[in-house]
């Protein structure tokens, strides 16, 4: 590490520049200690923020273009002949081909964070004749988020750049192949989405009369579907995190990133963001929400029941959770700590669930597309500068933080899919005895 380094400290932006470019034609150079680095040197004053994300980023994207044309120009001919060793053969390649030029371009974005991958993607849109413009667009961006989010992480971690070097590295990977797994859902969802649609539209024919769309209702039901499969994975995954006693890393650097980020003048305005997660906010909010279930409601009585089901079943849900990891917890507490075990968070689990709850209703039972997509953004924006907030102010680990927010948000899931389910069968049966 020192001798890599060391380059940086006697030639600066030179060895960042070459650094990167040699990396993306696939040497085996760090280039995320290097980036890291020079993000240090940049808080230590010795090299500029903006200069430093450009050199990199200009080394990046040529490293990219050069891996790009080196596969174009020799990448297929060679495959053709000899890919049917490596199970790559002609049909493969054109099959892969089809796919790469159409939905190749997102992976480009990610791939730069995913070690290996971002080696061979350049390669790959070449050899898959990628149009160079589509490769140049996201490519190019990708290598420039890239940069900027290892340069800046240096930057703010300053002294503490090589001590957390590699977990930051850990998660941001980890991210990368979240990211990647939901594109390709999201692709194989598009590719199918006429059998998806079908199958959608039989089971839910009978709900026309309650809703806008057959394909509004299936597409919220795939979309609900996936990201509470999604949740529960990772809350599977946290569990045994939470097991083998491996947050503590995770809680470094977020309770080191936050007080970086967000310096005191910020006080105020957290202070504002912690309240919308307090229980007077929650109160206003359920009661605002059985206002609309009242008024604007299409099944009043089941979105009566299922809002109480969540709100009653969540604060049972939350409290279990609490207890059995208190008693599995692999740290021993003393008598005062286990007073105050708070994995998962309490009261980020029920804050989820009460806004998502009522967003879900309010998105459910209203026309205007554009509320459709502004009003989940702008609360799932709210709902992490919460979480933000209640980190910025220390009240909670930054590992209890994250799960009240994914257990709660498979409580969410599991409601709101059982409260469509049962909308579905109870106009089913309405239908049958109308017919009969």
Not at 211 to 220: C, I, N, P
Not at 290 to 315: Q, T
Not at 329 to 342: A, C, E, G, K
Request: net charge positive; aromatic share 16%; glycine share 10%.
């Amino acid at each position: 590490m020192s001798n890599l380094t060391a380059y940086i400290d006697q030639y600066g932006y030179v060895v960042l520049f070459a650094a990167l470019l040699l990396e993306l034609i696939a040497l085996p150079l760090p280039g995320e200690v290097f980036m890291s680095y020079s993000g240090f040197l940049v808080f230590q004053g010795h090299l500029n923020w903006f200069v430093s994300i450009l050199m990199a980023g200009v080394g990046a994207c040529i490293g990219m273009t050069l891996s790009y044309w080196i596969g174009f120009k020799l990448g297929k001919p060679f495959f053709v002949k000899y890919g049917h060793r490596v199970h790559l053969g002609p049909e493969r390649i054109e099959k892969t081909s089809l796919w790469f030029s159409k939905h190749g371009n997102k992976l480009l974005i990610i791939a730069y964070f995913i070690p290996g991958v971002r080696h061979i993607t350049g390669y790959f849109s070449g050899i898959t004749r990628l149009p160079f413009r589509t490769f140049a667009l996201f490519a190019y961006s990708g290598a420039f988020l890239w940069v900027t989010t290892f340069i800046t992480l240096g930057k703010i971690l300053g002294p503490q750049w090589e001590q957390f070097h590699s977990s930051v590295k850990k998660y941001l990977i980890i991210g990368g192949i979240v990211a990647a797994i939901l594109i390709i859902a999201f692709f194989i969802i598009k590719r199918f989405k006429y059998e998806l649609k079908d199958v959608a539209v039989r089971g839910l024919n009978l709900t026309l009369n309650i809703v806008h769309s057959r394909k509004r209702v299936g597409l919220l039901l795939g979309i609900t579907t996936a990201l509470t499969l999604g949740l529960i994975i990772l809350m599977i995954g946290m569990i045994q995190d939470f097991l083998g006693g491996e947050f503590s890393d995770f809680n470094e650097i977020v309770s080191l990133l936050v007080p970086l980020t967000f310096s005191k003048d910020w006080a105020g305005i957290m202070q504002g963001f912690s309240f919308m997660g307090s229980w007077q906010v929650q109160l206003v909010l359920i009661i605002l929400t059985l206002v609309w279930i009242l008024f604007r409601g299409r099944d009043k009585l089941l979105e009566f029941l299922s809002f109480s089901f969540a709100l009653g079943g969540g604060e049972f849900y939350e409290e279990s959770l609490r207890r059995i990891f208190h008693k599995l917890s692999p740290v021993n507490q003393s008598i005062m700590d286990s007073l105050f075990y708070t994995f998962p968070s309490e009261q980020l689990l029920m804050t989820i669930v009460i806004y998502g709850f009522a967003v879900f209703l309010f998105v459910r039972h209203t026309k205007e597309v554009w509320v459709h997509t502004f009003i989940p953004i702008a609360v799932l924006v709210l709902l992490i500068l919460i979480a933000i907030s209640r980190l910025y102010f220390n009240t909670e680990l930054p590992s209890d933080v994250a799960a009240g927010y994914v257990f709660g948000g498979v409580w969410l899931g599991i409601n709101i899919l059982l409260l469509e389910i049962l909308r579905i069968l109870r106009s089913m049966e309405t239908m049958t005895l109308n017919g009969a």
